[in-house]
Each structure stands twice: as structure tokens, then as C-alpha cells.
């Protein structure tokens, strides 16, 4: 109970809010490496899913391939890019490992998506003359959309837990408060910068179901 108290006391002090390492400074650090490396994980892994989905082709091994990364941890990868030249590039290492861990959710997710849409609607579409490109872009995406859209807020939330590794190698965010408290032999501070983080996490998720529910039928997977 003292150390809940203890925790409570600390969060709710003004001075530990404000400066370059308080928590809004802290907070806002966590986000953009967060959004960063989630603009980043799509980028590599949503056109390579939705491609491999529309041909059928090659992407239960794009598939496994990715999950490797799940395998590994990501403090392990994160050592390694330290330890390698690409340690001297800023905090490029922390922003690869983070995306390498984000990447297989949202490639599976995609995938299986593209390849769960009805073979009935696609042959329809090819029946009418469709395109590749129209097919992909006008049949398939929009209803493996759901399906893309969990993968995207799976991955997210998983990089909000994440990227609190981030402090191990000098970088932002809300792990810098969880390192400095064992710097300083500090529980509280320790127990505040994990619970920071849990609930910057379940922020995100309330944010991503909040969106989905306002999104239209279509978009959450519910029929017309």
C-alpha cells in the first residue's frame, strides 16, 4: 500500500509533469516514435500483403517469414543493431527493431484479409471486365478493410508497449521514466512510468474501437 500511495504521490506532483523529462515531454516522445515506426510498418508491410492477397501467390511465406521476427525479442534485435554500424545512426535502431515487431500483424492481417473476400464477388468482378487494378482497389480492399484495420490497431498498441526499449539505448519516451527510477533506486517512479505506459496503451485501443464504431458498416466488417 505504501507503494501505491508513493506512486499516487508522484504522479500527482507538478514538477514531475513539466520539463524536458517530465511526462507531457515524455508522453509526446512516446508518440511520435510510436506513429513514426507505425507509418514506417505499414508502408513496408500493407502494399507487400494486399499485392501477395489479389495474386495468391507467395504469401504464406511472406507470411512466415515475417513471423519470425515474433521469435525474436525485440531487446535482442535492439542490442544487436547497437552493437552492429547501424548503432551510430540516432535512434534508427530503435525505430528498426520496433518496426521488424510491428510488421507480422499487420502483413498477416492484411493477407489474410485479401484472401478471406468472397471468390464468388471477385469472379463477378472479373466477369464484368474489371482490371487487376480495379479489382484490387475497388472489390478486395475495401472489403478486407476490417480485417486490415485490427492488424493496424494490434500493431500499434504493440508498439506503445514496446517502445519503451527505446530508453536502453538513450532514445525518448515513457521508458526514460521506468529506467531513471531504477537509476534512482526509485519504486514509485518506476511503478508510474509502467503504468504511464499501460494506460497510454489502452488510450490507443479506446482511440482505434472509438474510430471503428463511428466508421461506416462497410469499414467494421458489418453488412449493409
Not at 515506426?37 to 492477397?53: E, Q
Not at 497510454?200 to 474510430?211: I, K, M, R, T
Amino acid at each position: 500500500m505504501n507503494t501505491l500511495t508513493a506512486t499516487w504521490d508522484w504522479l500527482t506532483t507538478a514538477a514531475n509533469w513539466s520539463g524536458d523529462n517530465g511526462i507531457w515531454h515524455r508522453l509526446a516522445e512516446h508518440l511520435y516514435l510510436t506513429v513514426v515506426c507505425l507509418a514506417i510498418s505499414c508502408a513496408i508491410a500493407l502494399p507487400v500483403a494486399l499485392v501477395l492477397g489479389h495474386l495468391g501467390k507467395g504469401g504464406a511465406l511472406a507470411v512466415n517469414l515475417s513471423n519470425i521476427g515474433r521469435a525474436v525479442p525485440t531487446f535482442a534485435v535492439l542490442v544487436l543493431l547497437l552493437l552492429s554500424p547501424i548503432g551510430t545512426w540516432g535512434s534508427w535502431p530503435t525505430i528498426i527493431a520496433l518496426v521488424l515487431f510491428a510488421v507480422p500483424p499487420l502483413l498477416t492481417n492484411a493477407y489474410v484479409g485479401m484472401r478471406g473476400v468472397d471468390a464468388d464477388v471477385v469472379r463477378a468482378a472479373r466477369g464484368m471486365g474489371m482490371t487487376g487494378r480495379q479489382m484490387l482497389f475497388g472489390v478486395e480492399l475495401p472489403l478486407a478493410l476490417p480485417l486490415i484495420l485490427t492488424g493496424v490497431r494490434i500493431a500499434a498498441v504493440q508498439l506503445v508497449a514496446t517502445a519503451t526499449v527505446a530508453a536502453l539505448a538513450g532514445g525518448g519516451g515513457l521508458g526514460r521514466i521506468i529506467t531513471a527510477g531504477f537509476n534512482l533506486a526509485s519504486t514509485p517512479q518506476v511503478v508510474a512510468g509502467a503504468v504511464l505506459v499501460a494506460l497510454f496503451a489502452l488510450v490507443v485501443e479506446g482511440v482505434f474501437e472509438g474510430a471503428q464504431r463511428l466508421a461506416p458498416d462497410w469499414a467494421r466488417g458489418s453488412a449493409a
